[in-house]
């Protein structure tokens, strides 16, 4: 069975960086493409940024293209979220899964919280 357990949320400064993380297991992560979704209080989750399991392809979505970066660790099955110029409106619960946007697997981890106020 998937699983997927998110870190490195937070409370941060409009304008501050964070960097998440994603350690997935029970599937084999190198063969698998892998995405990062947020979700705001009430609403679907929604996809943000997607990387190919080779690497060579990469999507974001226009909230976060060119202040986000995902990256995945194939040796450590670890994907990442590196947050720059963060904006109020980033806070959110960040999840990952398996997948080029669209979610592979039925399960969810219990995501990371980051909140960005001053």
């Known amino acids: 069975q998937a699983q997927f357990v998110e870190s490195g949320g937070g409370l941060v400064e409009p304008g501050g960086s964070l960097r998440l993380s994603c350690a997935a297991s029970?599937?084999?992560?190198?063969?698998?493409?892998m995405t990062w979704y947020r979700q705001y209080p009430g609403k679907e989750r929604e996809w943000i940024a997607a990387l190919a399991a080779s690497g060579g392809t990469i999507n974001y979505d226009n909230s976060v293209k060119g202040r986000f970066t995902i990256s995945r660790d194939n040796d450590k099955n670890t994907v990442y979220l590196q947050m720059n110029s963060l904006k109020s409106e980033d806070t959110a619960v960040y999840y990952c899964n398996a997948g080029y946007a669209s979610p592979w697997f039925s399960s969810w981890g219990q995501g990371t919280q980051v909140t960005v106020s001053s």
């Open positions: 029970g599937f084999e992560f190198s063969r698998r493409a």
